[in-house]
């Protein structure tokens, strides 16, 4: 098993920075992608960010340019730094984990969220 433990979030004006961290824990056996996702209000999951496990990255269309994905010392940690926020940022931002439990076990895990609020 898999597990997501996020941190970071909150409430901050718009124009204001935020930063989001990602663990991973378990039976990794191979990594092959991190993201960040989030909800909007219409109750859709839209991706946010993602870095592979041979670090390329892929951004929304909405964050390009405002946001950045990277990792930490070690893979299975990864961070989204949020710059120039806008309140429709204003989502719960959910990171998914996604590669093997071993040489054939694939798995594909979501932390519980993380509510990250732009005021006006």
């Known amino acids: 098993q898999v597990r997501l433990v996020e941190s970071g979030g909150g409430l901050v004006q718009a124009g204001g920075s935020l930063g989001l961290s990602c663990e991973a824990s378990?039976?990794?056996?191979?990594?092959?992608?991190m993201a960040w996702y989030r909800q909007t209000p219409r109750n859709q999951r839209e991706l946010v960010a993602m870095?592979?496990?041979?670090?390329?990255?892929n951004y929304g269309d909405s964050v390009k340019g405002r946001f950045t994905i990277s990792r930490g010392d070690v893979e299975n940690i990864v961070y989204l730094q949020m710059n120039s926020l806008k309140p429709e940022d204003t989502a719960v931002y959910s990171c998914?984990?996604?590669?093997?439990?071993?040489?054939?076990?694939?798995?594909?895990?979501w932390g519980q969220g993380t509510q990250v609020t732009v005021s006006s």
């Open positions: 998914n984990a996604r590669g093997y439990v071993s040489v054939r076990d694939q798995f594909d895990s």
């Open positions: 378990g039976s990794i056996y191979r990594l092959v992608a």
């Open positions: 870095i592979t496990a041979g670090g390329s990255t």
